[in-house]
């Protein structure tokens, strides 16, 4: 969504906001449309799964898409629409009107996404992003990182790789996804990424690089559309077509030369999907 967004804000100033609703999942800042109105974006970030738009005032909207959000971008010319709207007009939440002719516009069904303002220099401590963990697809994320994360942890591993305060921005399905590729039980206990020492195991070995391919391939086809995902230009993500696992329970397993079928299970109250036969 950052990568889609960029070329149509990036350097933009937004000349007006319109919010047509008090809130979506928090009400909005004080002041919301006044503050962002004549701002210029310099720059558009992301931190886990929170999109940031720095702006020329020194403050950053950050947005969060929840579980159904979405934005759209389209040329705000006076007549048909360029681009086909949204279904589901009713949940345009925020309209960001830009000098280049575009608008922004937040689409989001089910109301779990939000938007709010910090100040630059408190960004790491504002409320939405103090705590989250490690950014899986810096550097400096590999098996060692992987290891002392998880030393001595008792959570079964799905679970704990869901957790944002260890790791920011796996979802459940990239999370069912590289656990598959690596050959790991969803239920084995996340401490299994580290050997008796405390450095990385064989199975954080060969987990981290399968996080990583998995994020890397799932952004290159603008993400997974099962529902309500949407990229910024209108067209469906592609990932979906590449599930291994996630959403496959019942049907073969596609490992080469493996006889297992896809398991559904839960875990902290998320769909799991997994090969019993090669994941161990």
Do not use: W
Request: proline share 6%.
């Amino acid at each position: 969504m950052r990568r889609g967004l960029e070329p149509a804000m990036l350097g933009a100033r937004i000349i007006s906001v319109e919010t047509r609703r008090g809130d979506i999942r928090f009400p909005f800042p004080p002041r919301f449309r006044e503050r962002l109105a004549g701002r210029r974006v310099l720059e558009l970030g992301r931190r886990g799964k929170h999109l940031l738009f720095r702006l020329d005032s020194g403050e950053t909207l950050i947005a969060h898409l929840g579980m159904s959000g979405s934005f759209r971008i389209e040329d705000a010319f006076v007549g048909e629409f360029r681009h086909p709207r949204s279904k589901d007009p009713k949940h345009d939440h925020v309209v960001f009107r830009l000098d280049n002719g575009k608008s922004v516009t937040f689409n989001d069904p089910r109301r779990f996404g939000f938007m709010d303002l910090a100040d630059k220099g408190m960004l790491d401590a504002h409320p939405r992003l103090a705590g989250l963990g490690e950014e899986p697809l810096s550097p400096e994320f590999d098996a060692a990182r992987l290891a002392k994360l998880f030393a001595g942890a008792r959570a079964p591993l799905k679970s704990a790789l869901l957790d944002q305060t260890r790791i920011a921005g796996l979802g459940n399905i990239y999370v069912c996804e590289a656990l598959f590729r690596a050959r790991l039980s969803p239920s084995r206990p996340a401490g299994v990424l580290a050997n008796a020492r405390g450095g990385a195991s064989a199975s954080a070995r060969a987990l981290a690089p399968a996080i990583r391919s998995v994020l890397v391939e799932a952004i290159e086809a603008g993400g997974s559309t099962l529902r309500d995902h949407r990229q910024a230009n209108g067209e469906l993500g592609l990932f979906q077509h590449a599930f291994a696992v996630y959403d496959r329970d019942g049907l073969p397993c596609l490992r080469p030369r493996c006889r297992g079928t896809i398991i559904r299970s839960r875990h902290a109250g998320r769909s799991t999907f997994y090969c019993s036969v090669c994941q161990r």
